[in-house]
Each structure stands twice: as C-alpha cells, then as structure tokens.
C-alpha cells in the first residue's frame, strides 16, 4: 500500500531530508509502507549532484541545502507543493528511465485536470507549458515556461526526493539561480497562467492521477 501524507504549514528542507531518507531505508527493510508526502518549504535553494556553482546567482538571498538528489539548482518556497515519492523502484521494475518518465506522466495528468497541457523536451528536465501570448523566442519558436520541476534519488532501489508543481509561488524567488541550468527560458505557475488553483485543489488531483499511472493498491 502507498500511504499518503499531507504536511501543513512550512517544513524545514533537513528535517525532510531526514524522514525521506529514514523511510526509504525501512521501506528497502521492507518495515514500511511506499510514501506519497506533499509539503511545502520555506524559501530555499537546493543544489542537485550537477550543480554548476555559476548558476547560484545571488547566493546570499535564501539558504542553500546539498540536495544529494540529480539535477541542478533548483527553487522550494511557498506556494509550491513538492511531492516527495518514495516507491520501491526495485518492485516496480527497476527501470530508473522508465520510472523518471512515469514521474513526468503524472504530472502532465495532474496539469490536465486544470485543462494545463504539459510537455516533455529533450534535454531539459521538468515539464514546460507553451506562452504563445509571448514574445517568440530568437528561433522564431513559441515562448515555453518551466511548470514543474523532477528530481530523484534512489537508495537499494526505494526513490527520494520527487517532483514540485508550482501552484502559486513568488515566482520572482526563481531569479537567484538559473534554474536546472536553463538561460533562455522562464518559470510559470497554475496562478501565473490565470488559473484559481488552490493547493488543495491540486492535492487532489495528484491523487485522482496517481493510479493511472503507477497502478492502484
């Protein structure tokens, strides 16, 4: 079974890291149940295990946590729900590829329920939404925004870590890093796309989606 927990208020970036790495290890034990927690965090960098150092551009303005997850730099704050996904990856097929796309899957089912088309590009991580209200980029291509961010870790084949959605963070708080290292292309939200989305709201329809795509227990 997947138990489902859903934090309120703001909860500290190491004590988080302490839970999911101490419930991935009695998960592998087989002690535990898989976990679905949705938090959010006060505002804070985290760098990932590719972090570019250059890309932390005002690094005085929030804390900065090693995340020991894969990625780059990336932003948590308010507004944002981060789903931390611990799953037996080694039950579930041990295909890490195959479970990073399952990841991206849920999240565009989750955008849909809002009528928010997500997409998947090659070589940048996350999940984008088109702004043809924007300026074209130099290309000539349609404008893309960053929606969600996707970066995990696994330990004797249990994930950590997982995926952020941004409902309706300071979008602002995005510009003292270059996020997962991308210079020519923005951040959005559900809010920022016109949308009145609660937390709540999306809280339920990550649920609503996540037997679609990781089976039903």
Same mark, same amino acid.
């Given at each position: 079974m997947v138990e489902w927990v859903i934090s309120s208020g703001l909860t500290d970036y190491a004590q988080a890291l302490r839970v999911m790495e101490e419930r991935a290890e009695a998960i592998a034990r087989d002690d535990a149940d898989e976990m679905i927690w949705l938090i959010e965090h006060p505002p804070l960098y985290t760098a990932g295990t590719s972090a570019n150092p250059a890309d932390l551009t005002d690094p005085d303005r929030f804390p900065v946590h090693e995340a020991r997850r894969g990625g780059q730099y990336t932003y948590h704050g308010p507004g944002q729900r981060v789903v931390y996904v611990m799953l037996d990856v080694g039950r579930r097929g041990r295909d890490v590829r195959a479970f990073v796309k399952q990841l991206e899957a849920w999240v565009i089912a989750t955008l849909e329920r809002f009528n928010v088309h997500g997409e998947i590009r090659e070589g940048r991580v996350g999940v984008w939404v088109e702004r043809p209200e924007k300026p074209r980029m130099a290309s000539g291509t349609i404008a893309e925004d960053k929606i969600a961010a996707i970066g995990i870790r696994l330990r004797r084949w249990v994930s950590f /870590? !997982?995926?952020?959605?941004? *409902?309706?963070?300071? @979008?602002?708080?995005?510009?003292?890093?270059?996020?997962?290292?991308?210079?020519? /292309? !923005?951040?959005?939200?559900? *809010?920022?796309?016109? @949308?009145p989305v609660s937390m709540a709201d999306v809280d339920v329809a990550l649920q609503q989606t996540f037997g679609d795509v990781f089976g039903r227990e």
């Open positions: /870590h !997982g995926i952020s959605i941004n *409902v309706e963070p300071d @979008l602002e708080h995005f510009s003292g890093i270059v996020p997962c290292g991308i210079t020519d /292309h !923005g951040v959005t939200s559900l *809010v920022d796309l016109g @949308l």
